[in-house]
């Protein structure tokens, strides 16, 4: 009876641990998931209705300790140009989240959703910080008091001087409060009441009763969301798996790095393919009662995590005291003024950004540098997924570089002397700078990364001597490219006389030589074990014994 005692003490405090977490998570979602379905263009009650099916699918399903999930900034961002594309008929829009959620699925139980951790650190910073420059660009206008842009960035851009030619100068005011509440709240308070939720009331206060010239959220339906099944033509189907693909590769880049950053603050480990799957549930839903998409949000995670939330019950919870929230005090939201919510979102964008890597953007290797520009550049100014693959085609390359001159330095090609290698000493042989045998010793890992720099370094000096002893003893690993280099290198045999000995071959860079057919102009007797063994056999092939 008394073994049970301490069992039962931990639960009740888990679960007030999670109960405390999911509130003050809610409480900090509930401003953000506002702000992000008015920066979509969908409006205030689709971001909420995406807090909550995504947020607790995601949870119940999910993957990852302590995560809250969500509407994040790179989601709106490209919900938002879906919109913009898709405005006479929501109704395809929220097709794509459908679709998109059964890809993420698709991705989870295809079990590839660990290949997200290999994203190399340059192109996700750049990814992060072009989503955070968008969201403050495109906050310009309503932070202004003048109406959304449309045109993504650039368009944002070009009506700013008509935004301030107009401007409005109560939102200008409670915006400008609203954004220095959220950076100023003090860290001792914000334990008790979240820097979000008291720049929300200070902004609202303002407009409501003093600045009230200042355009406002508007009408809000209450109620719960109306599920509708999506009624579209085949046809439109084939247009819709570009964006669907777009929302549910972001949206699994998004949530994997936020369950990242959750295993290091509670030291779990995630488990990324069940993650991709809750994911999926979630914005599947999302999509069928009209809502954000979302994933793992990280802002929401954290004050979840340090809350003492780190089970799947404070997700869940979350997002059901967000629903509550919504159905009591939705016509309460009305009255928020837009400045108030670009406010908010203006320190979001700033936080989004990547500041560690940009302050050490001077020490970074100027390779990853020009990685995670050309990431960020591409993000703004042109669109997320071709930043993301042209972001990852740079990275490879630039690590390509690495791995040439680190492979380069393991390849050892030397002449050996007639009159040491093959006669032992011997000073009755003829020249004594006579190196008719060379050594090429490849010892570690040989990729496509070193292959052309291979043969043209070593074709010249093969090209000196009678024979060469091709040393595997300490090679490890050879993919294919570095295979064929090894082939070419042999070839020259045909063109100049040259005889190969195989010496130390076995394990995978055997197979992969073999698997390839390169070593089939290699006589049998000419694969050796040993350095003695090769010594004889080049003895007898060059004095004809």
Partial sequence: MNTNIPQLSYSAQSLRDDVFGGVTAAVVGLPISLAFGVASGLGPLAGIYGAVAVGFFAAVFGGTRGQISGPTGPMTVVMAAVVTVYSDSLSHAFTIVVMAGIIQILLGVSRIGRLVA?????????????IGLIIIIMQVMPFLGAEAATGGPT???RVIPDAIAGLNVHALIIAAATLSVNVLWPSTLGKWVPATLAALTAGTVLGVFLLTDAPIIGAIPVGIPELRLPDVPPGFLIEAVTPALTIALLGSIDSLLTSLIADSITHGRHNPNRELVSQGIGNTVAGLFW???????????????RGGGRTLVAG???AL?????????????????????????????WDIIDWRFITRAHRVKREYLVVMLITFGLTVFLDLVTAVAIGLIAAGMAGARQFERLEMDHVISTPLLDRHFLYGGSTDVGDEFSARMGLVS???????????????????????????????TGTVLMDDSAALVIERLIGLETESGLFYIIMGLRGGPAATLRSLNVLANVPEDHFVSDMESARKLAVRILDGE
Avoid at 118 to 130: E, R
Avoid at 291 to 299: D, H, I, R, S, V
Avoid at 324 to 341: C, D, F, H, T, W
Wanted: proline content about 3%; overall charge negative.
């Fill in 316 to 318: 869940s919870l979350s």
């Fill in 155 to 157: 368009g944002a851009i």
């Fill in 291 to 305: 809502g954000l998409p979302g994933a793992g949000n990280t802002l929401a995670t954290l004050v979840n995590i």
């Fill in 118 to 130: 290999f994203t190399p650190y340059s192109v996700i910073s750049g990814f992060m910080s072009g």
């Fill in 321 to 349: 005291i967000l629903l509550a929230l919504i159905l009591g005090l939705g016509r309460y939201a009305e009255s928020i003024p837009l400045a108030v919510l670009a406010g908010i979102l203006m320190k979001v964008g």
């Fill in 442 to 472: 490849l010892q570690g890992t040989f990729t496509v990364a070193s292959s052309n720099h291979l043969v043209n370094a070593l074709s010249v000096d093969i090209k000196e001597h009678e024979g060469v002893i091709l040393d595997f």
